[in-house]
């Protein structure tokens, strides 16, 4: 088996899993190509039969009733057969047992000379003569109820000596000295092929009466006569010799075929007016039901749009009419609450916005004092001077807080306006590690920056987006713990990405869905050294979805964090995805996956390049990386096809426009381990 390749990976394992039914079926063009021929037409079908709940009823209803009638026509025509056989068979036996005792007395007539018919005496015939004429008055009593065959005792197919049909009907034979050798019907009937060789032998080797069914069978004197089904009752008698013969009566089926054959159109018919009408009463019943329900639908659709005043129209006072009105009880509600949120969301924001504005005035006053204060502190006491410095220190906080709180109030009141232009990303990143530098000096961070050795054009709103890194930057500076930060970009398709990793305490399980509300801190105990307003991330967030970007984070505890900015290349173009993964490469999953790879592909051939599936750095292979080093802020830095020429993944699921993609759970050995390799 090649390495890779999943077992089972036949075209029928394929087929048995339903991925030859999807986009990216296995195998060669031909079988794509069929795939996709007999998927065009299904789809439609599937989704309709997905989507139409009263499609399903009906079909349903008329499977189950076709099944209902199928049984019940079956358990009809096995009744009706078997009481019409079981009559016929009556009848047969009764009317062939009066003949078997009319030929029998016949043959057991005492010789007379003297009589009104001198055919029916034993005297001057032989036995030939005699049979022949036994048939024709056995055979004139039926009419076409039964025909009679006589066939001599022990006789073969086509034995005796048949000279063709008489004018009576007979069939005539020539006699032995043994007895009757000769094949005698009525009716033109085949007498060899039209008995059983099974009921000829059980008449010949058994006393008694025996019957079975069978099929008459003609000759050619009776023209295109096809054959027909018949019950054939047979018995051993004895002709005016004493010599045994076989005697037969033929009794067709063709009137119970008739009867029958009725039975089973009746039904069928019936049958089926009996499904079309069950699958039009489920048509209808459920259509009192789906109409409302899609009715609701579709207002709730209109209700999400922003249309709240849509209600359902109420009929009646049955289960469906109070549902309508709980329905439209609900929406007043719904109305009434969302209106009154409104309201005061309104009057927050105008109230921010005028707490704001006001507070303008009176903090120029206490600027200006404070300036004055805080240029005289050295002629103060200690006290007092440090005093004017902690004093210009928060005025400062609270200049930024208010800031950020009129920014919030335009965002919160769809005022903010974008001014797009074509910028270049490098010299924006610049700016803003040119003026983290003294914040990561004093930390002991390093700030490099990867994948700008090429221009990366977007159109965007330069101050915004900056605003956006500096935020972002800073914070991972703040919280790196004096690890380097590592700034990435890179463009590819229609989208430009900027990631900011940093290798500091991390992001705990759910806390990066939480990091951009407001005034929202992972640690409420931990000091903004940077004089932080907790609107930071707030505001950066609505500053991409400005521009019709995402900002993401990721994080693991004690890994460190990444936040990823992705705008389009171009306004008003949607995004599709990114150019840098959420999930950095240097991630403990990462490097568990390409030390697992690492070990699999062990004496096996590997990429001239040392990298593994990971995709890991220039360092080697992802066992290389998979050894974490002591201190991240010197991991193996991922190659620029990583970075500069990466093609876009897709979208993250729980990466939605402003929020967090996902947080790793750290293991507690491998936490322990960690900690203690990197003095955390």
Do not use: C
């Not at 993964?581 to 490097?591: H, V, Y």
């Amino acid at each position: 088996m090649k390495p890779g390749r999943p077992r089972g990976g036949s075209r029928w394992g394929a087929l048995r899993a339903g991925r030859l039914l999807q986009d990216g079926a296995p195998g060669g063009p031909v079988l794509r190509l069929f795939v996709r021929l007999v998927r065009r037409p299904l789809l439609p079908a599937v989704r309709l039969w997905r989507r139409n709940i009263q499609l399903r009823v009906v079909a349903a209803t008329m499977l189950m009733s076709l099944a209902v009638v199928l049984a019940l026509g079956f358990v009809v025509i096995a009744q009706v057969s078997k009481g019409l056989l079981d009559a016929k068979e009556e009848a047969a036996q009764s009317q062939a047992a009066g003949g078997f005792a009319v030929a029998q007395e016949k043959a057991n007539t005492p010789a007379t000379v003297d009589g009104p018919d001198a055919t029916d005496n034993k005297v001057g015939r032989d036995a030939s003569t005699w049979m022949n004429s036994l048939v024709k008055q056995l055979a004139s009593g039926g009419q076409t109820a039964f025909e009679v065959v006589a066939l001599g005792a022990g006789t073969d197919s086509g034995s005796g000596t048949g000279a063709g049909t008489t004018g009576t009907g007979t069939q005539p034979g020539g006699a032995g000295a043994s007895g009757v050798k000769g094949a005698r019907a009525s009716g033109n009937v085949d007498p060899t092929a039209s008995i059983p060789p099974q009921l000829r032998k059980a008449v010949n080797h058994a006393t008694g009466t025996f019957k079975t069914f069978s099929q008459i069978k003609y000759t050619d004197g009776a023209g295109d006569k096809s054959p027909e089904p018949a019950l054939v009752v047979g018995k051993r008698l004895t002709d005016i010799n004493g010599d045994p013969y076989d005697l037969y009566y033929l009794f067709p089926l063709t009137q119970e075929e008739e009867s029958l054959n009725l039975v089973k159109s009746t039904i069928a018919t019936a049958g089926l007016f009996v499904v079309v009408l069950l699958s039009a009463i489920a048509w209808l019943v459920v259509r009192q039901i789906v109409t409302p329900v899609r009715m609701a639908a579709g207002i709730a659709e209109r209700l999400s749009a922003g249309r709240l005043q849509e209600r359902m129209k109420v009929t009646g006072e049955d289960d469906i009419a109070r549902l309508g009105e709980a329905f439209n009880k609900m929406a007043q509600n719904l109305q009434v609450k969302i209106q009154q949120l409104e309201d005061l969301s309104r009057m927050q924001r105008r109230f921010v916005s005028d707490v704001s504005h006001e507070l303008r005035t009176p903090l120029t006053t206490v600027r200006m004092a404070a300036d004055v204060i805080h240029d005289a502190r050295v002629d103060f006491d200690p006290v007092t001077a440090r005093s004017a410095e902690l004093l210009a220190g928060q005025l400062d906080r609270f200049e930024s807080l208010l800031a950020d709180l009129l920014e919030i109030s335009r965002f919160d009141a769809g005022a903010a306006a974008l001014e797009a232009e074509p910028i270049d990303l490098r010299d924006v990143v610049h700016r803003v590690v040119e003026g983290a530098e003294p914040l990561a000096e004093h930390k002991g961070t390093r700030i490099r920056v990867l994948g700008d050795t090429q221009p990366v054009i977007a159109e965007a709103d330069a101050r915004r987006v900056e605003r956006v890194l500096r935020n972002l930057v800073v914070n991972a500076v703040e919280h790196g713990e004096g690890r380097d930060v590592v700034v990435r970009l890179a463009s590819a398709g229609g989208a430009v990405a900027i990631a900011v990793r940093d290798y500091g305490v991390g992001l705990k399980p759910g806390e990066a869905t939480r990091v951009f509300n407001r005034f929202w801190r992972a640690d409420p105990a931990r000091a903004r050294t940077t004089g932080g307003t907790g609107l930071g991330l707030s505001i950066a967030v609505e500053d991409a979805r400005l521009h019709g970007g995402w900002l993401q984070a990721w994080g693991e505890p004690g890994g460190g964090s990444q936040f990823r900015l992705t705008l389009p290349r171009t306004a008003d173009e949607p995004l599709r995805g990114s150019p840098i993964p959420l999930e950095p490469e240097d991630s403990r999953a990462n490097r568990a996956r390409a030390a697992a790879d690492a070990a699999a592909a062990a004496g096996g051939p590997q990429d001239a390049t040392g990298t593994g599936p990971a995709g890991s750095g220039p360092q080697g292979s992802g066992g290389n990386r998979a050894q974490a080093p002591a201190r991240p802020d010197i991991a193996a830095i991922p190659p620029r096809s990583a970075v500069a020429g990466a093609v876009p993944v897709p979208a993250d699921p729980t990466a939605l426009p402003g929020n967090g993609a996902r947080v790793v759970a750290r293991p507690a050995d491998q936490a322990a381990q960690e900690d203690g390799a990197g003095g955390r």
